[in-house]
């Protein structure tokens, strides 16, 4: 038994549900007491989705509870199939069910004898795994699921496309600023001429998942969703991934880099269009003043978050903008030995950690001028009067703006410097002579 | 719809195939309420996520409610469950030290077969910290039924003698026995000074601006009641006699009803519940009956609510609004909009003890009748699937739902208001009708403005 006042990352089921009802035409039932189906609420809520958000619950109650599912799990399987017509049906039990332990594969296999639409039980361990590895791992299973399946009927596609072409994987429904990633990382491909062959799992059917293996590379921004699925497609294809959050100007051009030149692309035009877009990025006036002024007082900074966003952003903070980084650190334990690989050269001290009295005892002792981290972190730094920019998930309703900020690209890079300087420097503004004058 | 032109009600059942919120989100609002309490949840990893998230309450209310994390050792009982909850216990009273630590028991707790109430008596008696225990699970409740096991688990905590009078007793007894006599009647003449406190407890967690509002309203009839179930501290519970009154104020209270008649031995006054001024009015009327008042200067009051609602009338006037069944506060602001003059074709409920709920209901069907409209269609354990055929079909002015449906009605040209803003609005009392009025009508306004501009559908 853990007390437990927070939590950065969600129980499995959540995870496994923001992949189902990321694909289209996909419907999730949940083997679950009522009340554990707020996930409905949360996707509903945050996303702003117009339609219904596609998952039932299989309700447990006293009479599950006394006498087994029996024919309801299946049943509603069945009656989903009819209503919603969906390409695949998705099962999950939540912590709560999983104890139970009724044989829900047995269930699954009943129902799909009957039902037009294909049916999985989503294959995690509740009590194990988290929400960022149940995701990772139900792509993986779908992908795998369909490859497998088709594999027999030899309808999988395995010729290249002629044109440069990439699969988008990772871009799930409430992940942290996926939407507007996606757009920015859809504009860069289209600017360098490169085809989305397929973009995993948002907005994607089943269907089109043999289409998979025609793509020429694997892009995974987000390392948390996407790794078991590169890795299968690796082992079976011998697809290539690229694995780069494209945040920061260092990062956005070895992200190019690295992608033209996996797809053959490099040449001088295509070279010369990336300088001049860097090159503008790089003109505007408030990066200059920020790193030339930064040299003078170098300010400190704590950052904690997922593994992926901490670390792409310490490396930015420390190499572009010249901030102290004085304590970094993240909740994704499972990614602890990749995480200070990466940061151990870019900060003063790392902290892997699920618990967020530890970090705010850190920020208390520390006292940095700035910290990035999750609403957690801003919630801190309201208390003890430091500011701080939200740069990683959980997710708030604040990570789903309306005017579009990405967190990738050439746009990206705007909204991290924007952010950087109102947490900077609008912290304690005292009269308005100082309004184009900061000292940062 | 034709079944709803009958006079008396309709009631049928569906699947239970339907979104609310777990009972443990009561918490938000107990653990307010009780300002010495701490509350511990016992739970997954689910239940945690459910209250940080949808709740959004969690990390504000750090230091007073928190989360006992169920690990796969303790699920697979490999750990000692006394063990581990007095180490959390502990904890929690040297960080803390509350007057009481109210155990949350969820859906887990029940399917593991953790001895709760086994463990508590044991546990308070090491600790010395009251332990109330109370099993909020989605097994068997619904939403706000969370706080009617809670206040159900602390009626047993309420004293049963006064405890100023069992002290004088208790001296009296031992050395001055002669004196008891006098006391007595020293008793009887302070009573006479201020009004005397009637039998009568009433139940239901509301802010305490609202209590007050509910007792100076009975006060003006010369009632003074002798408590609230729950109080602000947990130190000042009120004394239950056998025989007392009760009444509540919320319409899911059932089982607390249910154990104050049974164990208590309270005699519980039907009455509907004082949400709008047409059942506040029943509700202190039906009060006054028992105790042989005649209330006096109810008809202006109620008047004068009316009057004050004029603004808002003409804006539900001949308007439908349709109920998907949410908090069990259904029945109750129904009957106040058909009074209003709306008209109500079906309202969804979880759950609904006709007992418990019987004058509520009586008076919805009075309403009806008084405003010659269809009686509506109750829908127990309601489908939401089903019920967005019938609201496609109905296309209703209104539709209260939960959170989960919300946006894509929305998006399909439905007028909504989320049924949880009711649970949190202050709605009890005669001056309260405004605000009811006002989240009903709120949407509905937008929707007058966005006509004026010339649109008839903000959707394409």
Same mark, same amino acid.
């Given at each position: 038994?853990?007390?437990?006042?927070?939590?950065?990352?969600?129980?499995?089921?959540?995870?496994?549900?923001?992949?189902?009802?990321?694909?289209?035409?996909?419907?999730?039932?949940?083997?679950?007491?009522?009340?554990?189906?707020y996930?409905?609420?949360?996707?509903?809520?945050?996303?702003?989705?117009?339609?219904?958000?596609p998952?039932?619950?299989?309700?447990?109650?006293?009479?599950?509870?006394?006498?087994g599912?029996?024919?309801?799990?299946?049943?509603?399987?069945?009656?989903?199939?009819?209503?919603?017509?969906?390409?695949?049906?998705?099962?999950?039990?939540?912590?709560?069910?999983?104890?139970?332990q009724?044989?829900?594969?047995?269930?699954?296999?009943?129902?799909s004898?009957?039902?037009?639409?294909?049916?999985?039980?989503?294959?995690?361990?509740?009590?194990?795994?988290?929400?960022?590895?149940?995701?990772?791992?139900?792509?993986?299973?779908?992908?795998?699921?369909y490859?497998?399946?088709?594999?027999?009927?030899?309808?999988?596609?395995?010729?290249?496309?002629?044109?440069?072409?990439?699969?988008?994987?990772?871009?799930?429904?409430?992940?942290?600023?996926?939407?507007?990633?996606?757009?920015?990382?859809?504009?860069?491909?289209?600017?360098?001429?490169?085809?989305?062959?397929?973009?995993?799992?948002?907005?994607?059917?089943?269907?089109?998942?043999?289409?998979?293996?025609?793509?020429w590379?694997?892009?995974?921004?987000?390392?948390?969703?996407?790794?078991?699925?590169?890795?299968?497609?690796?082992?079976?294809?011998?697809?290539?991934?690229?694995? %780069?959050?494209?945040?920061?100007?260092?990062?956005?051009n070895r992200?190019?880099?690295?992608?033209?030149?996996?797809?053959?692309?490099e040449?001088?035009?295509?070279?010369?269009?990336?300088?001049?877009?860097?090159?503008?990025?790089?003109?505007?006036?408030?990066?200059?003043?920020?790193?030339?002024?930064?040299?003078?007082?170098?300010?400190?900074?704590?950052?904690?978050?997922?593994?992926?966003?901490?670390?792409?952003?310490?490396?930015?903070?420390s190499?572009?903008?010249?901030?102290?980084?004085?304590?970094?650190?993240?909740?994704?334990?499972?990614?602890?030995?990749?995480?200070?690989?990466?940061?151990?050269?870019?900060?003063?001290? %790392?902290?892997?950690t699920?618990?967020?009295?530890?970090i705010?005892?850190?920020?208390?002792?520390?006292?940095?001028?700035?910290?990035?981290?999750?609403?957690?972190?801003?919630? %801190?730094?309201?208390?003890?009067?430091?500011?701080?920019?939200?740069?990683?998930?959980?997710?708030?309703?604040?990570n789903?703006?309306?005017?579009?900020?990405?967190?990738?690209?050439?746009?990206?890079?705007?909204?991290?410097?924007?952010?950087?300087?109102?947490?900077?420097?609008?912290?304690?503004?005292?009269?308005?002579?100082?309004?184009?004058?900061?000292? %940062? | 719809?034709?079944?709803?032109?009958?006079?008396?009600?309709?009631?049928?059942?569906?699947?239970?195939?339907?979104?609310?919120?777990?009972?443990?989100?009561?918490?938000?609002?107990?653990?307010?309420?009780?300002?010495?309490?701490?509350?511990?949840?016992?739970?997954?990893?689910?239940?945690?996520?459910?209250?940080?998230?949808?709740?959004?309450?969690?990390?504000?209310?750090?230091?007073?409610?928190?989360?006992?994390?169920?690990e796969?050792?303790? /699920?697979?009982?490999? /750990?000692?469950d006394?063990?581990?909850?007095?180490?959390?216990?502990?904890?929690?009273?040297?960080d803390? &030290?509350?007057?009481? /630590?109210?155990?949350?028991?969820?859906?887990?707790?029940?399917?593991?077969?953790?001895?709760?109430?086994?463990?508590?008596?044991?546990?308070?008696?090491?600790?010395g910290?009251?332990?109330?225990?109370?099993?909020?699970?989605?097994?068997?409740?619904?939403?706000?039924?969370?706080?009617?096991?809670?206040?159900?688990?602390?009626?047993? =905590?309420?004293?049963?003698?006064?405890?100023?009078?069992?002290?004088?007793?208790?001296?009296?007894?031992?050395?001055?026995?002669?004196?008891?006599?006098?006391?007595? &009647?020293?008793?009887?003449?302070?009573?006479?000074?201020?009004?005397? &406190?009637l039998?009568?407890?009433?139940?239901?967690?509301?802010?305490?601006?609202?209590? &007050?509002?509910?007792?100076?309203?009975?006060?003006?009839?010369?009632?003074?009641?002798?408590?609230?179930?729950?109080?602000?501290?947990?130190?000042?519970?009120?004394?239950?006699?056998?025989?007392?009154?009760?009444?509540?104020?919320?319409?899911?209270?059932?089982?607390?009803?249910?154990?104050?008649?049974?164990?208590?031995k309270?005699?519980?006054?039907?009455?509907?519940?004082?949400?709008?001024?047409?059942?506040?009015?029943?509700?202190?009327?039906?009060?006054?009956?028992?105790?042989?008042?005649?209330?006096?200067?109810?008809?202006?009051? !109620?008047?004068?609510?009316?009057?004050?609602? !004029?603004?808002?009338?003409?804006?539900?006037?001949?308007?439908?609004?349709?109920?998907?069944?949410?908090?069990?506060?259904?029945?109750s602001?129904? =009957?106040?909009?058909?009074?209003?003059?709306?008209?109500?074709?079906?309202?969804?409920?979880?759950?609904?003890?006709?007992?418990?709920? !019987?004058?509520e209901?009586?008076?919805?069907?009075?309403?009806?009748?008084?405003?010659?409209?269809?009686?509506?269609?109750?829908?127990?354990?309601?489908?939401?699937?089903? !019920?967005?055929?019938?609201?496609?079909?109905?296309?209703?002015?209104?539709?209260?739902?939960?959170?989960?449906? $919300?946006?894509?009605?929305? $998006?399909?040209?439905?007028?909504?208001?989320?049924?949880?803003?009711?649970?949190?609005?202050?709605?009890?009392?005669?001056?309260?009708?405004?605000?009811?009025?006002?989240?009903?009508?709120?949407?509905?306004?937008?929707?007058?403005?966005?006509?004026?501009?010339?649109?008839?559908?903000?959707?394409?």
């Amino acid at each position: 038994m853990k007390l437990a006042y927070w939590m950065y990352t969600g129980p499995a089921h959540i995870g496994t549900l923001r992949i189902a009802s990321s694909f289209k035409n996909v419907h999730a039932i949940m083997h679950a007491p009522l009340g554990d189906d707020y996930f409905n609420v949360m996707r509903s809520m945050l996303e702003r989705e117009r339609n219904y958000t596609p998952v039932t619950t299989s309700v447990v109650d006293r009479n599950v509870l006394a006498r087994g599912s029996q024919e309801k799990v299946i049943d509603n399987i069945l009656r989903k199939d009819k209503e919603e017509q969906p390409d695949l049906i998705v099962l999950t039990p939540t912590c709560t069910s999983s104890i139970l332990q009724e044989d829900l594969q047995n269930f699954v296999e009943q129902a799909s004898l009957n039902s037009m639409a294909d049916v999985l039980l989503a294959d995690v361990n509740h009590y194990r795994i988290n929400e960022l590895q149940a995701c990772d791992k139900t792509l993986e299973q779908i992908v795998r699921f369909y490859i497998e399946k088709n594999r027999a009927s030899l309808t999988l596609e395995k010729v290249k496309t002629l044109l440069p072409s990439v699969n988008l994987i990772g871009i799930s429904s409430l992940g942290f600023h996926n939407n507007h990633d996606t757009r920015e990382l859809k504009k860069l491909f289209e600017l360098y001429e490169i085809i989305l062959n397929c973009s995993l799992p948002q907005g994607t059917t089943v269907k089109t998942l043999i289409n998979l293996p025609k793509a020429w590379l694997n892009i995974l921004p987000y390392r948390e969703l996407g790794l078991l699925t590169s890795k299968y497609l690796n082992k079976e294809f011998g697809l290539l991934s690229l694995v %780069i959050l494209p945040m920061g100007n260092i990062n956005l051009n070895r992200f190019l880099k690295k992608l033209l030149f996996s797809l053959k692309l490099e040449n001088n035009t295509i070279t010369k269009v990336i300088n001049i877009k860097l090159l503008k990025l790089l003109n505007l006036n408030w990066i200059k003043k920020e790193a030339i002024k930064s040299k003078l007082k170098r300010k400190k900074a704590i950052i904690f978050g997922s593994s992926n966003h901490v670390a792409t952003l310490t490396k930015l903070l420390s190499k572009e903008i010249g901030l102290e980084i004085i304590l970094c650190g993240t909740y994704c334990k499972s990614e602890s030995k990749w995480f200070s690989e990466q940061v151990q050269n870019y900060c003063n001290k %790392i902290l892997i950690t699920e618990d967020h009295t530890m970090i705010s005892n850190e920020i208390s002792k520390l006292k940095p001028d700035v910290i990035f981290g999750t609403q957690m972190e801003r919630h %801190i730094g309201k208390r003890l009067g430091i500011p701080c920019g939200v740069i990683s998930s959980p997710i708030h309703i604040q990570n789903f703006p309306l005017s579009y900020k990405p967190m990738v690209g050439y746009e990206g890079v705007k909204t991290i410097m924007d952010l950087l300087f109102n947490s900077l420097n609008l912290k304690d503004r005292k009269n308005s002579f100082t309004l184009f004058n900061e000292i %940062i | 719809m034709n079944q709803i032109n009958n006079s008396t009600l309709t009631f049928q059942c569906e699947t239970g195939n339907y979104h609310t919120f777990c009972p443990i989100s009561c918490v938000a609002w107990l653990y307010q309420k009780i300002e010495d309490s701490f509350f511990l949840v016992i739970g997954t990893k689910t239940c945690g996520y459910f209250l940080q998230n949808s709740m959004g309450v969690m990390i504000f209310a750090e230091p007073r409610y928190a989360m006992a994390e169920l690990e796969e050792g303790d /699920i697979s009982a490999q /750990i000692n469950d006394y063990e581990e909850l007095k180490r959390l216990c502990t904890q929690i009273k040297n960080d803390r &030290n509350p007057s009481v /630590i109210v155990f949350i028991g969820t859906c887990t707790t029940e399917i593991i077969k953790m001895d709760l109430e086994g463990i508590a008596p044991k546990l308070e008696a090491e600790i010395g910290i009251p332990i109330v225990v109370a099993r909020a699970n989605g097994l068997d409740y619904t939403f706000t039924q969370g706080e009617d096991t809670v206040l159900a688990s602390l009626i047993q =905590r309420c004293p049963s003698k006064d405890r100023e009078t069992e002290k004088i007793n208790k001296n009296n007894s031992s050395l001055f026995p002669s004196l008891s006599i006098f006391s007595k &009647n020293k008793n009887e003449s302070n009573l006479s000074q201020d009004k005397p &406190n009637l039998p009568l407890v009433l139940f239901g967690s509301l802010p305490n601006s609202l209590t &007050n509002q509910l007792e100076h309203e009975l006060e003006k009839q010369n009632i003074k009641i002798s408590g609230w179930l729950p109080t602000k501290n947990y130190k000042e519970l009120p004394v239950i006699h056998e025989g007392d009154y009760v009444c509540g104020v919320n319409p899911y209270l059932a089982r607390t009803a249910t154990n104050l008649i049974r164990r208590r031995k309270c005699k519980l006054i039907s009455a509907p519940f004082p949400i709008g001024p047409d059942g506040t009015r029943a509700w202190i009327e039906k009060i006054c009956s028992i105790f042989n008042i005649e209330p006096t200067g109810l008809d202006e009051r !109620e008047k004068a609510v009316w009057d004050s609602l !004029e603004n808002y009338l003409p804006l539900v006037k001949g308007k439908s609004v349709f109920f998907m069944g949410d908090n069990l506060l259904e029945l109750s602001i129904a =009957r106040f909009l058909i009074r209003c003059g709306m008209i109500v074709p079906e309202i969804g409920i979880p759950y609904l003890h006709k007992r418990y709920q !019987e004058a509520e209901i009586k008076l919805l069907e009075d309403t009806c009748r008084k405003m010659q409209v269809p009686t509506p269609l109750i829908i127990e354990k309601p489908d939401n699937y089903e !019920e967005l055929k019938r609201i496609e079909q109905y296309r209703p002015d209104l539709v209260i739902t939960g959170m989960a449906n $919300a946006n894509p009605l929305e $998006a399909r040209g439905i007028n909504t208001k989320w049924s949880v803003e009711f649970t949190f609005a202050q709605i009890h009392g005669f001056s309260n009708a405004r605000d009811i009025l006002e989240l009903v009508t709120r949407s509905l306004r937008r929707k007058n403005y966005i006509q004026q501009l010339g649109w008839k559908e903000l959707v394409e």
